[in-house]
């Protein structure tokens, strides 16, 4: 639940009329907050299961889930792989009605299962599924049998979106010939791998490939597995990603977790993501300008992963930030002209006429907007205050972990004069 003033008057004097709607005013917004709250009180706490992906195009699968229901809701809905096979799902040991509705957002690979009906404070959910891994639509995670992907984007395990803190231990039978990159402890047995995190984590990001290339940064803080790079390419994506890390730590502090695990995948296509100690990296120009670029992005997430709920405005405080910093990176590591020419596409989002704040995912513009617009307006406020006073507001929004734009912009009211807010107002 975030932090929330309610600026309410608490005056002893006699109440005027204005003073009566204004706590009028007061108590409705904080009976919506705590509404919101409850809303988002039923929670995940943990996952135990058993997964079979030995033939190498079914995902078979065995779940407990956790669950922390207070005050207690009638109703639980989760999202799973659109194409699972339930065989069993079962509620404290006994059978439960379900039903399974479409869904309709930005992950084509999942359908939403629904259940009403008492729940206690603390429950146990077990689902037993299979889905076949050959029909993923997903585009970005295509069906590769030397390289298969399972993350929360194609629904491979039961989840919902608010459930951002769980922990999680996995045994995982994959062929003999396969190994396993994940983030967390990993411990391979004889017949099965185990992965676990005690570390609170919002996904369960798992690869297996038959021609894994591990290879490791001079501090052994990251570990690299490809299946595809040459030489060259892999010595400049270990220098980078050295440069970066140490570039951030010294701008922003230690990041939350000390190794971090990147997985460089051979799908090409310019789409990444990043998770608790974990990155999957996918590079479109052979490792030149825009995938070093990313790989900064990606890593600048270590820092900049406060916002949870995607798609609710506030995406820039993740993605602008991550931009930006990648920017003032690559700014160290090229020329003047060279990164000029880089910013102009920054400099022609920022020219849209849309609040960064006001676009959604599926708008045409959303990628322009909450990347490139945010990032650019960033760096202009870097240019106008300095360096040093930026620094001190960015390691301000890491330190209170700020996740609304409301707080952010709270941030700057604190520590910059009232002339800058003018652009700030017509931007976000």
């Known amino acids: 639940m975030n932090k929330v003033g309610y600026g309410c008057n608490t005056s002893k004097n006699l109440l005027s009329l204005k003073k009566v709607e204004e706590m009028i005013k007061c108590l409705t917004t904080l009976f919506f907050v705590l509404l919101a709250y409850n809303f988002y009180s039923q929670e995940i706490t943990g996952y135990q299961g058993k997964i079979n992906i030995q033939s190498l195009k079914k995902v078979k699968a065995d779940f407990n889930i956790h669950f922390s229901n207070s005050p207690q809701k009638d109703t639980l809905r989760l999202f799973i792989n659109k194409n699972a096979d339930i065989k069993n799902l079962t509620f404290n040991e006994r059978h439960v009605d379900y039903v399974l509705e479409k869904v309709e957002n930005d992950l084509p690979d999942i359908k939403e299962i629904v259940i009403t009906q008492d729940l206690p404070p603390l429950f146990t959910l077990n689902v037993e599924y299979e889905y076949p891994l050959t029909t993923i639509e997903n585009e970005t995670f295509q069906y590769d049998p030397n390289w298969i992907e399972l993350n929360n984007f194609t629904g491979w395990f039961p989840f919902n979106r608010e459930n951002t803190n769980f922990k999680y231990q996995l045994k995982i039978k994959i062929p003999p ?34 021609n894994f290339e591990i290879f490791k940064s001079k501090n052994n803080k990251i ?34 977790l000390d190794d971090l695990v990147i997985t460089i995948n051979p799908f090409s296509h310019p789409w990444s993501y990043t998770r608790k100690g974990f990155i999957s990296l996918s590079l479109k120009d052979n490792y030149k300008i825009s995938d070093r670029l990313r790989l900064a992005h990606e890593i600048s997430h270590l820092w900049w992963s406060h916002n949870k709920i995607y798609g609710n405005g506030n995406d820039w405080l993740n993605e602008a930030f991550a931009e930006y910093s990648s920017l003032i990176w690559y700014k160290q590591h090229t020329s003047k002209d060279e990164f000029d020419l880089l910013l102009e596409k920054y400099r022609e989002a920022f020219k849209l006429d849309l609040k960064i704040t006001q676009v959604r995912p599926k708008d045409k513009n959303y ?24 620094m001190k507001i960015l390691n301000e929004v890491n330190k209170r972990e700020i996740n609304e734009t409301s707080e952010f912009i709270s941030i700057l009211r604190e520590k910059l004069p009232q002339q800058i807010f003018k652009e700030m107002e017509d931007v976000i």
């Open 177 to 210: 010939s396969y190994e396993l990159a994940s983030p967390g402890n990993i411990t391979k047995k004889t017949e099965y791998w185990i992965i676990g995190r005690e570390q609170l984590t919002d996904d369960i990001p798992v690869v297996i490939s038959n």
């Open 367 to 390: 990628v322009a907007v909450t990347y490139y617009k945010g990032a650019y307006w960033l760096y202009r406020l870097n240019e106008k205050i300095g360096a040093k006073k930026m």
């Open 223 to 256: 570990s690299f597995y490809s299946s595809h790079l040459n030489q060259t390419q892999k010595n400049k994506i270990l220098e980078d990603g050295n440069s970066i890390l140490s570039f951030y730590q010294k701008k922003f502090g230690k990041p939350i």
